[in-house]
């Protein structure tokens, strides 16, 4: 168990919905990422939050969104939903910014769009 | 750009047997991270093992090794005395606070142990 916790652990929803995905990072740790993995893309950054703050974007859709919020858990905004959009979602969190960052991942949210 | 190329989509081990994974990245900076992730059937990605590119000592972490070729850019898994429980996916990462500060992974190599 890595400490990171991810709500749900499976999705299913139909296009055109929205979702929203939940992350709650290790006790400690003020940086989140979010990752997709998908088959024919592999394993993609999203986006990175530091402390409240957005600090890289990834290969990000505009119908994409995130935050981090006060207590530190972050939250993954999915609007507008397509089929290519189905895929296994992953938080990760670190201790914060510097040299000796290690990535642990929660368990994934796996979204199936319908 | 940094990129992480594995260039094994599959291996095969005997149970108990020795089996090294491989691994190579591009990148023009000199201070940066490689890291080996596991994914086992659950889709849990768990840590395996971390290098630091300024140590010139491989890392090492019970029955799991690398080795490291900075001037090569390689980057090596060895399981030794594998395990059935050692079947999953891995992968290779690489992480540099220039990079984005993200994980850029492999395409993943799968591993199947016989027993």
């Known amino acids: 168990d890595s400490g990171v916790t991810q709500t749900p652990k499976h999705l299913i929803t139909a296009t055109g919905q929205r979702v929203t995905l939940r992350c709650s990072p290790r006790?400690?740790?003020?940086?989140v990422y979010w990752y997709q993995q998908s088959l024919d893309q592999g394993l993609q950054f999203l986006i990175h939050?530091?402390?409240?703050?957005?600090?890289a974007k990834g290969n990000i859709l505009e119908r994409f969104s995130a935050q981090q919020f006060p207590d530190l858990h972050s939250e993954l905004n999915l609007s507008s939903l397509e089929l290519g959009d189905s895929a296994l979602y992953f938080c990760?969190?670190?201790?914060?910014?510097?040299?000796?960052?290690?990535?642990?991942f929660g368990p994934g949210t796996r979204l199936l769009v319908l | 750009a940094q990129t992480v190329t594995q260039s094994q989509p599959e291996m095969s081990v005997q149970e108990a047997e020795t089996v090294t994974l491989s691994c190579t990245y591009d990148?023009?900076?000199?201070?940066?991270?490689l890291f080996w992730y596991k994914q086992p059937p659950s889709r849990q990605m768990i840590l395996v093992i971390r290098?630091?590119?300024?140590?010139?000592q491989n890392a090492t972490e019970n029955r799991f090794s690398v080795n490291f070729q900075k001037a090569a850019k390689s980057f090596s898994l060895k399981i030794s005395d594998s395990q059935l429980g050692d079947a999953a996916m891995y992968f290779c990462?690489?992480?540099?606070?220039?990079?984005?500060?993200?994980?850029?992974f492999g395409t993943g190599t799968r591993l199947t142990i016989i027993p």
């Open positions: 990760a969190s670190s201790v914060g910014l510097g040299e000796t960052e290690t990535q642990y």
């Open positions: 006790s400690g740790d003020l940086s």
């Open positions: 939050y530091y402390n409240g703050e957005e600090r």
């Open positions: 990148t023009s900076e000199s201070d940066y991270y």
């Open positions: 290098q630091e590119a300024y140590k010139q």
């Open positions: 990462a690489y992480y540099s606070n220039f990079g984005n500060e993200k994980l850029t």
